[in-house]
């Protein structure tokens, strides 16, 4: 009797540690088509690899990956996205599933839940960890005013300029990367600090690292 092939599995995440101990965890059930480290990588890997299921980190480099998670959906790649991740916050999973995840699962639950995300996913249905289900639909169905996230009042392009500047990056070097005029990042800088109310550049650097745009 021929074995039915192994679900194909792309996994995201820039802590070298962290990706070798979820390659032993998922090895059993699911084949572990590539590793990447930052946003941008995901979305090259799932364009070339289209893989069943990606597991990513919410915090990466370039782009982080609910900003990833976005990218895809504009492009028609429907392939489901399963989160693992350290922060511990509602608007984190909120802004996940509004961006169309297939799961939200906390690092320290790993060993317990991904699995079950995983196959969560492949079924179409969405794993939320219990740990944050219930926060997260009281959130999603109270008013505007005490739900409103201020990262939602960034367009993805905004949010993709923030978390380059907040790596340390130049605007030339962001222009780049993004290929975009030096003045077009200005442009999205001046527009993300008047939109949140900020006053400085450090000010939107603190506002990126509060919400988890990039790591500390």
């Not at 590793?35 to 597991?55: H, K, N, T, Y």
């Not at 179409?124 to 009281?138: D, F, I």
């Amino acid at each position: 009797m021929t074995r039915a092939p192994l679900p194909r599995i792309l996994l995201a995440d820039d802590h070298l540690m962290v990706a070798e101990a979820l390659k032993s965890l998922l090895s059993a059930e699911f084949e572990l088509v590539g590793v990447v480290e930052d946003g941008a990588a995901m979305i090259d890997a799932a364009r070339r690899l289209q893989p069943d299921v990606i597991v990513a980190d919410v915090t990466m480099p370039r782009l982080n990956g609910i900003g990833a998670l976005v990218r895809l959906r504009q492009e028609g790649i429907r392939v489901p996205v399963v989160f693992l991740t350290m922060h511990r916050d509602v608007s984190f999973a909120r802004r996940a599933l509004e961006a169309g995840a297939s799961g939200f699962v906390l690092k320290h639950s790993a060993s317990v839940e991904l699995v079950l995300a995983i196959r969560s996913a492949l079924e179409g249905k969405t794993y939320l960890t219990p740990q944050l289900a219930g926060e997260v639909l009281e959130a999603m169905t109270e008013g505007p005013r005490k739900t409103e996230d201020p990262v939602a009042a960034l367009t993805p392009r905004q949010l993709e300029v923030l978390q380059l500047l907040a790596e340390g990056r130049s605007a030339k070097e962001i222009a780049a990367n993004l290929e975009i005029s030096t003045r077009t990042v200005e442009f999205h800088k001046y527009q993300m600090m008047d939109t949140l109310g900020i006053r400085s550049g450090a000010e939107l650097i603190h506002f990126a690292i509060k919400h988890g745009l990039v790591g500390p």
